[in-house]
């Protein structure tokens, strides 16, 4: 199987790269099928040529190219792609990062759940301590109210009675 990616041609402390169309299983550095490009990381400007037309041809045919050049393929917008990441995860370690994440989300929820119980116990203690203060204000009032008809009822005028009446009640001297 075929593939596009780098192999060094620098100098010692002084990187330059070919991009080159290999075999996959062989050595980077083993003479190359085709010359597709350079790399320089060292340049001030743009420091990679490619050779689009060959580039486009082979990955139309199914070479696949290395992590490396297909980022700096969709970078020259060669490729319309989203970049790759060049870190391979076994398995276990996906599983490891999934379970994790999931783990993390869970939290999340959790907590957000938490705040949420939180502020709904705070507004059922606020609603519930309005209406005790309405309820007490209410039984304070029908207080006041049975004290001001006690009070008019120990106030209630004097029956009404003659003046005949009264001196007859009252002894001559």
Known sequence: MLTIRLSRIG???QPHYRIVLQ?????????????????DPRAKKD?????????????SVGVQPST??????VNAGIIKADKQSAITISKKRTKKIGDKKQAEESEKVAKAEAAKAKEDKEAQDAKEAEEAKKAEEAEAAK??????????????PIAETSVEEVKEETPAK
Do not use: C, F
């Open 68 to 73: 490396t050049v297909h980022n700096m393929l």
């Open 23 to 39: 075999e996959s299983h062989r050595d980077p550095w083993s003479p190359a099928k085709e010359i597709l490009g350079q790399y």
């Open 143 to 156: 207080v006041e109210e049975v004290k001001v008809k006690e009070e008019k009822k120990e106030e209630a």
């Open 11 to 13: 100098k010692k402390k």
């Open 47 to 59: 420091g990679i040529t490619l050779n689009e037309d060959r580039i486009n041809y082979w990955l």
